[in-house]
């Protein structure tokens, strides 16, 4: 299956990005307004099926460019799940390098061994610390 990622909100309907929150546990009852807050304010990046141009997955990254990043937001679309694009997602966001050399933080409930195949350990359950290098 063909996929490519796109950095930036200006490239995705924040429309389609709330349908793929809604199905999280964490964000399932955010409004459309504070979606579309979030990612003015934030990096944003999208997997999308090259045949379809289909939103298949989405993550967000805030930092302050110097000492820290949080990713957050990472969701793929329940019907594409275990086919490895939550894999290349994260994987490219960790790769990008304006995030070298931060600390990567993150909150999740699961996926632990996703996030920690990318350097990310696990703190007191849940929140997850990739260390600077």
């Not at 995705?12 to 964000?27: P, R």
């Not at 990008?96 to 359950?125: C, I, M, S």
Request: with cysteine.
């Amino acid at each position: 299956m063909n996929y490519r990622i796109i950095d930036g909100a200006d490239g995705m309907d924040s429309a389609e990005v709330a349908a793929l929150l809604k199905t999280t546990y964490w964000a399932n009852t955010r409004s459309l307004e504070t979606i579309e807050k979030s990612m003015r304010n934030s990096s944003c990046y999208g997997v999308y099926l090259d045949e379809g141009k289909k939103l298949v997955g989405f993550a967000r990254v805030i930092s302050d460019d110097a000492t820290t990043y949080y990713l957050c937001d990472v969701v793929i679309d329940p019907a594409y799940r275990c086919r490895g694009f939550g894999k290349a997602l994260v994987s490219y966001i960790v790769s990008l390098p304006e995030y070298a050399g931060l600390r990567g933080l993150l909150l999740t409930k699961d996926a632990h061994g996703l996030y920690e195949q990318f350097g990310f350990e696990t703190v007191n359950g849940r929140a997850m610390v990739k260390a600077t290098p």
